[in-house]
């Protein structure tokens, strides 16, 4: 088996268990929340998304961090009742949307693939 597929199986049975356990997906969801949280007001604000998203990208050594236009899809996307904020449930739901498209991309490329 390579260390890929290892990988792979490996990040497919974490999500799995954190999909499937209510207390460990509520659990993971608030330490991604504290980490964001920086002025730990309760809630997130651009500059913390903005700078949340800019340390993803340097941990996965991409050189340049997403433009403002990104940063605002994103931020949008996150923010579901148009507070200008993002609560702690709203970034849980957007976590699970993640997790769950993770999940299912991670199975995709654990499945053979089919010679046509």
Not at 14 to 35: P, Q, R
Not at 70 to 88: C, P, W, Y
Request: overall charge negative; charged content about 40%; hydrophobic content about 35%.
């Amino acid at each position: 088996m390579s260390n890929e597929q290892e990988e792979l199986e490996s990040t497919l049975e974490a999500l799995s268990v954190i999909l499937g356990d209510e207390e460990t997906f509520d659990h993971v969801c608030k330490e991604v929340f504290k980490t964001i949280d920086v002025d730990q007001s309760g809630s997130l604000d651009k500059a913390e998304i903005k700078s949340f998203i800019g340390n993803i990208c340097q941990e996965m050594g991409m050189k340049n961090n997403p433009d403002e236009q990104v940063i605002k899809e994103v931020f949008a996307e996150l923010d579901e009742d148009g507070s200008d904020d993002v609560s702690h449930d709203e970034l849980k739901e957007f976590l699970r949307k993640l997790f769950e498209a993770q999940k299912e991309e991670v199975e995709k490329a654990l499945k053979p693939q089919d010679k046509a």
